[in-house]
């Protein structure tokens, strides 16, 4: 599977590729752009970056922004009415409450032994900050490393309990998973782990 990704910066481009090395890991993963712009840059380029990817033979392509201050379903509607009708059914949307960084701290576990996180801080609104620097993302110039870096993390991550809280956070997540799997399943990608039934 070739899978095009439309995103705002190297986390998040790092956080769609840990998810496609634990979720699909023979597919084949190329972004439209390498080089960091906000979300309002990626709807307003949303089209244009739909053709790119699909003349790069794109199987399914992943658009995924954070929701900043706003609804996170809002910019879900915003982002959906801004792929090309031809192109729609090729595409699957993500948005994260606030930031990428709030999804990372969905596993607690994971933020607890490899960020050092204690209970106080994994309920922090906006963990941004402290996600990078304890990954230390802002001392690694080399965007390949950046990105690798957010994806080993990610890789790791167990959403099992995720995909049943009720927690904004988690919806917001669990509603892209089920999208993403879906997808996966009608292509055949009968790998695709089902989080649901997990215990």
Known sequence: MRIGLVCEDVVHHGFLEGLQRAWCADAVVHRTHERGIGRGAVIRELPKAC???????????????????????????????????????????GVAVRN???????????????????????????????VRVRLG??????????????????????????VRSN?????????????ARGFALRKNCNDFPNLHDRE
């Open 51 to 93: 053709v790119e990817l699909s003349d790069w033979g794109a199987d399914v392509i992943c658009v995924f922004v954070d929701g900043d201050e706003d609804e996170w379903h809002d910019v879900l509607q915003r982002l959906q009415g801004k792929l090309p009708p031809e192109m729609r059914h090729l595409a699957i949307c």
């Open 167 to 179: 927690s904004s956070r988690s919806k917001s997540f669990t509603r892209f998973y089920d999208e």
């Open 100 to 130: 990428v960084e709030c999804w990372m701290f969905l596993d607690t576990n994971r933020a607890r032994s490899e960020l050092g996180c204690l209970d106080h801080e994994l309920g922090i609104e906006d963990p941004k900050g402290l």
């Open 137 to 162: 993302l802002d001392e690694i110039a080399i965007y390949a490393l950046r990105k690798d870096t957010v994806a080993e993390y990610v890789e790791a991550m167990s959403f099992e309990v995720a």
